[in-house]
């Protein structure tokens, strides 16, 4: 995949300290290719205007470049329709909006079920529901092998559940949660579903229709795109029955001093000025995936992760948070090294890696760890770089061995 690497011009520079660059934090953020660094460029240095209000060539020419990359956000997930898709400026506030607006519709206290891998982003939204008295939460349990016990799921269900919010991907354990299962499951029982994509989206093929869910979003940064841009994709049953929690000027039709008449779709979720350029540049990421073989590229990957999992195991002397099935992130620890000197170790090495938590107190806390180190690929990596890392572990422990 030397093609695609060389499209990411952050690797061809070394850092301070004269080390190239291992960057195995993709889950955490992905580098950007060229091509949407100089959308961006483009953008603010020659078509740089506001949208959907004015009637001048230049705001003319953005509404219609932001309504393609709607339209490319729900190609990507396969939308009904791209009036399915709302932008948002990341994946964390669309489930905040959904979990307040969520929350309004609901008469009564009312349960919600999470699991015990979500990231904090898909469960503290839905804590302030709790937090204000409106609902209480209940979560599908972890298995010892770190696998999500989905066979849980049908006895925490009672008749106050309302909705489920899970991940599809897991950002410690790597594993692929079935939400399609999930769904249906839920929807047997009239019961909403919201899935997290923001891991799953950048590393696998997402079609929601199939899912079948309510909502699920996505981040722009994760999948080689710019910061400050995500997408919620809704049912248009929810696009339109839900009252969204931000309001302001573009997402209304009519407004008199006695009511307000909100705009149809998704422009009603999309109140103030919107990451216009993020917007326009997720777009280039995503053109990316498809010009470069999107199958080859996860492919790819797959099996580079595959590979440097074979090899933690084989060492005997690291355990690692994964059922046997990783994808995309690979979390562990390494004997008599804490994560966090671990990770500082490795970064003079030019290793970019993740300490700590990853957002996943409670799935930490249920195996006794304080934190964990995690490599995350993306397709820009490779075997040789992972042939490195085990080299600078193996000289990592020798010296701190030494130290001691």
């Not at 929601?208 to 809704?234: E, N, R």
Request: include cysteine.
């Amino acid at each position: 995949m030397k093609h695609i690497r060389d499209q990411f011009p952050i690797f061809k520079k070394m850092l301070p300290n004269g080390k190239p660059l291992v960057y195995f934090d993709s889950a955490n953020s992905s580098q950007k290719p060229q091509r949407v660094i100089d959308r961006l460029t483009k953008f603010y240095s020659e078509e740089y205007s506001s949208v959907g209000r004015s009637i001048h060539q230049l705001s003319i020419n953005a509404t219609e470049c932001l309504e393609q990359s709607r339209l490319t956000v729900a190609k990507f997930l396969n939308a009904g329709s791209e009036e399915e898709i709302i932008f948002t400026k990341s994946a964390t506030e669309a489930i905040n909006s959904i979990a307040e607006s969520f929350g309004r519709t609901q008469k009564k206290p009312y349960e919600i079920i999470c699991t015990e891998l979500e990231h904090h982003s898909n469960y503290l939204p839905w804590h302030l529901q709790r937090l204000q008295g409106k609902a209480s939460i209940k979560f599908i349990p972890l298995k010892d092998d770190y696998s999500l016990d989905i066979d849980k799921l049908e006895e925490l269900i009672t008749k106050k559940t309302k909705i489920i919010a899970i991940t599809q991907l897991s950002n410690v354990t790597g594993e692929i949660i079935d939400v399609k299962k999930v769904c249906e499951i839920a929807h047997k029982k009239g019961i909403a579903v919201f899935v997290d994509g923001t891991q799953a989206a950048p590393h696998m093929r997402v079609d929601v229709q199939d899912i079948d869910c309510d909502f699920y979003c996505i981040s722009g940064h994760k999948m080689y795109g710019p910061s400050g841009v995500g997408a919620l994709y809704a049912k248009k049953k929810w696009i339109d029955e839900l009252t969204p929690y931000m309001s302001g000027g573009g997402t209304v039709a009519k407004v008199t001093t006695d009511e307000v008449d909100y705009a149809p779709g998704p422009k009603k979720w999309e109140a103030g000025t919107h990451p216009i350029a993020e917007i326009i540049a997720l777009k280039e990421a995503i053109d990316f995936y498809y010009d470069n073989d999107f199958d080859a590229m996860l492919k790819y990957e797959h099996e580079l992760v595959q590979y440097a999992y074979k090899r933690m195991i084989d060492r005997g002397d690291m355990q690692v948070l994964c059922n046997g099935k990783p994808n995309a992130v690979l979390s562990f620890n390494l004997d008599g090294i804490h994560n966090s000197d671990l990770s500082m170790f490795l970064d003079q090495y030019g290793i970019a890696t993740r300490p700590g938590h990853h957002c996943t107190q409670i799935l930490h806390n249920k195996f006794g760890l304080s934190g964990s180190c995690r490599i995350s690929l993306g397709v820009y990596n490779t075997r040789e770089e992972l042939d490195y890392f085990f080299e600078c572990i193996d000289s990592i422990k020798k010296a701190v061995i030494k130290g001691k």
